[in-house]
């Protein structure tokens, strides 16, 4: 089973470059989020999705965009890379939303540096 | 925002040891979920806690959510090389956001 699957995995960037990660799941969840990973701060949310046509700002939701394009698939969108975006992102759904206790799947990450 | 905060942030320890790993907030969760996570992969549920008080274990895994519903703890019993990874702690705010808050982690090491 693919579960969640992301698209690249690693990506090197100048500032001021654009580009789109993609997500898509296999699992028919309505649920679908972003999150960025780093050291020492744990997972922050940039972006959720709790049903396809609606997406919402998480914690750190500034310099990003995201399409919910279908129910399986949601993009997060750079503009303009900058620096302070060098992460690593994941990607994760959840069949049920996390306030019924739903369980989040995660991607296995894309490794994004911005030079 | 809520803020979950683990501790201890690294933990070395000898096969056959145990331990335990805290995550604490000044403020309620409507439920407690525990992640592990390894190198290069995205984190992996363990358990959620719902109701203050319960008690939750996963073999050598045991799961505790605080009376308040403020504080959660995992405890190790007898840790192997296979339990070395970085458990995350993630809260259900209470205010209907519908999102999860992340703890920054404890990053477990246990040695041979």
């Known amino acids: 089973n693919a579960g969640v699957t992301q698209t690249p995995k690693f990506q090197v960037l100048k500032t001021g470059q654009s580009m789109t990660l993609q997500c898509a799941q296999d699992?028919?969840?309505?649920?679908m989020y972003w999150y960025r990973q780093d050291p020492g701060m744990g997972l922050r949310l940039i972006y959720y999705?709790?049903?396809?046509?609606?997406?919402d700002k998480g914690e750190v939701p500034n310099g990003y965009n995201v399409s919910r394009l279908n129910k399986r698939e949601f993009s997060l969108r750079l503009e303009s890379a900058a620096p302070s975006q060098t992460s690593v992102y994941f990607c994760?759904?959840?069949?049920?939303?996390?306030?019924?206790?739903?369980?989040?799947?995660f991607g296995e990450g894309s490794r994004l540096t911005v030079l | 925002t809520q803020l979950l905060e683990q501790s201890p942030q690294f933990l070395s320890i000898q096969e056959g040891e145990n331990l335990t790993v805290y995550c604490n907030s000044s403020?309620?969760?409507?439920?407690l979920q525990w992640y592990r996570q390894e190198p290069g992969e995205g984190p992996v549920l363990l358990v959620t806690?719902?109701?203050?008080?319960e008690v939750k274990k996963l073999k050598r895994l045991t799961f505790q959510f605080g009376d308040a519903r403020k504080d959660s703890s995992l405890h190790i019993t007898a840790a192997q090389p296979g339990d070395t990874g970085l458990y995350l702690c993630?809260?259900?705010?209470?205010?209907?956001?519908?999102?999860?808050?992340f703890g920054a982690g404890t990053r477990l090491a246990v040695h041979p």
């Open positions: 699992m028919n969840h309505n649920s």
């Open positions: 994760a759904s959840s069949e049920r939303t996390v306030m019924n206790t739903g369980e989040l799947f």
């Open positions: 806690v719902v109701t203050g008080g």
């Open positions: 403020s309620v969760f409507s439920s």
């Open positions: 993630a809260g259900v705010e209470t205010r209907g956001y519908n999102k999860l808050i």
């Open positions: 999705s709790a049903s396809e046509g609606t997406t």
